[in-house]
């Protein structure tokens, strides 16, 4: 006879989970049937979303810019140490041909004498501290060792130091990456933003932006403020010569700037040597609490984490490359947020 079992019902538990299941993928169809779409953005609202991006891009230019020029410090400080190094090895190895032809033929055949083996070796240091091992020696061999041992000391504790900069530019090298792609990120979305507008708003703001670098050079009056020093007024006069030059970050010139590549290299002109980044630009000179007694070439830094930084340009202009987009020119000193200024 057949069997005839009744289908196997679904638990109190399975049936609760499936009915708000479905009831949660009807209230989320209901949602998105009614939701309106986004709103789009009117030009002074992209506007000001790309400045806001352009300036974030700019802090994390600053420390993209900080961290390549320890990278480059580092490197030339390994390259010298590796140079020691070099020069050391090749030291220690007359010394150790100076004990004399029959310690140099013990060594290289390596039936050396145990005591003048482990002055040999790379770790001599136990040897010199035993006096019945000094005794069987000559003044001469012992001289000789002991110089051995401070060369061999000396290149150990050279090769320690190269091993930590190595690691040290290894991270580096990895925070320089993730500025780099930091910065890129920030600018790629600000295109995203200014690719909402039509082809007219970004025709406009195009217009504004060249109305902006042409401003900065046609209209503007810098009065008769006096330079704050003849090195400064060098720095100032070559950075003048860049007027329309264009922001690239990362860039430290001559086609082309970030607003520290700009002023670090004006003073450079000037035959003065300050940091790269103004973060640490603003830790040099004499600091001017008050932007009234600033004077021409003096260096003035804006926002609270001294991220963007300018040449003072006289009668409250300031003298800078500002963002991407834009090209070295004159700015009003109140447009952006400023916090002191520096006397080089």
Known sequence: MASHRRPKQPSRTRVTVLTTAAAAAVALSANAANAAPSEKLSKSEVKAKVDKLY??????????????????????????????????????????????????????????????????????????DKASTLDQLSSQQVDALKKIQDKQRELAQERAEA?????????????????????????????????????????????EQQRANRSSTDRVDLGDTPPASGRAAAAFSAAQSKIGTPY??????????????????????????????????????????SSSQL????????????????????????????????????????NMPFQFGVRV
């Open 55 to 128: 300036e974030q891009a700019e802090q994390a230019t600053e420390k993209y810019n900080g961290a390549k020029e320890k990278q480059q410090k580092l490197q030339k400080e390994i390259s010298t140490i590796q140079d020691n190094v070099a020069r050391g090895q090749e030291e220690l190895n007359k010394l150790r041909d100076g004990l004399g032809s029959l310690a140099t033929a013990q060594y290289r055949s390596g039936g050396i004498d145990s005591s003048v083996q482990l002055f040999l070796s790379s770790d001599p240091d136990d040897f010199l």
């Open 163 to 207: 091993t930590e900069k190595l690691k040290d530019l290894s991270a580096t090298r990895t925070e320089l990456g993730n500025k780099k792609k930091e910065v890129q990120g920030k600018l790629a979305e600000a295109q995203k933003i200014l690719n909402t507008l039509t082809a007219k708003e970004k025709e406009q703001l195009a217009q």
């Open 248 to 289: 690239v970050y990362g860039a430290s010139g001559p086609s082309s700037f970030d607003c520290s590549g700009l002023t670090s290299w004006a003073y450079a002109q000037a035959g003065v040597s300050i940091p790269r980044t103004s973060e640490a630009q603003a830790g040099i000179g004499t600091r001017i609490g």
């Open 295 to 334: 004077q021409v070439g003096d260096l003035v830094f804006f926002y609270g984490d001294l991220h963007h930084v300018g040449l003072y340009a006289g009668n409250g202009q300031v003298l800078h490359a500002p963002h991407t987009g834009a090209v070295v020119r004159y700015e009003s000193i109140n």
